[in-house]
């Protein structure tokens, strides 16, 4: 399959402290993407990471690439309340399309 | 980014009928996507719409049961013909820009 896998499914935490979701995928990839997607709402996208970067960064989120592991984190830190959503990985296979494929996403709660 | 907007946000229909969900965007774009996001599930791409050509519809998906229009660059619709409960989905249109992918608000569909 060419979805992304993500992991936990469900992540369960106290304002403050810090989340981390992963996402692991069989083929070559050209970019993954991160989103979030509050309940009912449509989806925010976060962080585009290239297949020849490492790291990216963009206020409280991290995301990393380890393209010989075919995987990639997410990392929300000093989470708060409102970090509460679903986070999907997206995988570009790059080529004509254009399409993404999504995973199945990481319910994230943050308690206050 | 891109502006997208949706309309309707959300409707509730009755079985057999059809409901068009249009896509606006704020500047042109050569590749308009939709897709499906059913309960509790990750998002699936249904077609890809390109102005002046017919869509490309992903595997399970067929013309007769969601023809798609891409007038011009900055307008889709997506008619859900002949729905059953299973449609009841959230429908979602997105365009790509510069390799990231920006998606619109979302149309709640309800079949009774």
């Known amino acids: 399959s060419q979805q992304g896998e993500e992991d936990p499914q469900a992540l369960s935490i106290q304002e403050g402290e810090n989340a981390t979701m992963n996402c692991s995928y069989k083929?070559?990839?050209?970019?993954l993407q991160w989103y979030r997607q509050n309940s009912g709402r449509g989806l925010v996208h976060l962080i585009l990471?290239?297949?020849?970067?490492r790291e990216k960064h963009s206020g409280r989120l991290r995301v990393t690439l380890d393209t010989s592991k075919k995987s990639s984190s997410l990392l929300i830190t000093a989470s708060r309340a409102a970090d509460t959503a679903s986070y999907f990985c997206?995988?570009?296979?790059?080529?004509?399309?254009?399409?993404?494929?999504f995973g199945k996403g990481t319910k994230l709660s943050v308690k206050p | 980014s891109a502006v997208i907007s949706q309309k309707p946000s959300r409707d509730i229909c009755q079985r057999g009928t059809s409901l068009t969900i249009q896509c606006q965007v704020d500047?042109?774009?050569?590749?308009m996507f939709w897709y499906r996001q059913q309960p509790g599930q990750s998002l699936t791409l249904i077609a890809t719409?390109?102005?002046?050509?017919?869509?490309?519809?992903e595997s399970g998906f067929v013309i007769d049961k969601f023809p798609i229009s891409r007038p011009n660059l900055t307008f889709s619709t997506l008619t859900v013909s002949n729905m059953s409960p299973e449609d009841s989905s959230i429908y979602l249109c997105?365009?790509?820009?510069?390799?990231?992918?920006?998606f619109g608000p979302g149309t709640r569909l309800t079949v009774l």
């Open positions: 997105s365009v790509e820009r510069l390799d990231e992918q920006f």
């Open positions: 083929t070559s990839i050209n970019n």
């Open positions: 990471i290239r297949s020849n970067e």
């Open positions: 997206a995988l570009d296979y790059g080529g004509s399309q254009g399409n993404l494929i």
């Open positions: 500047s042109q774009v050569t590749m």
């Open positions: 719409a390109n102005q002046g050509s017919e869509a490309t519809y």
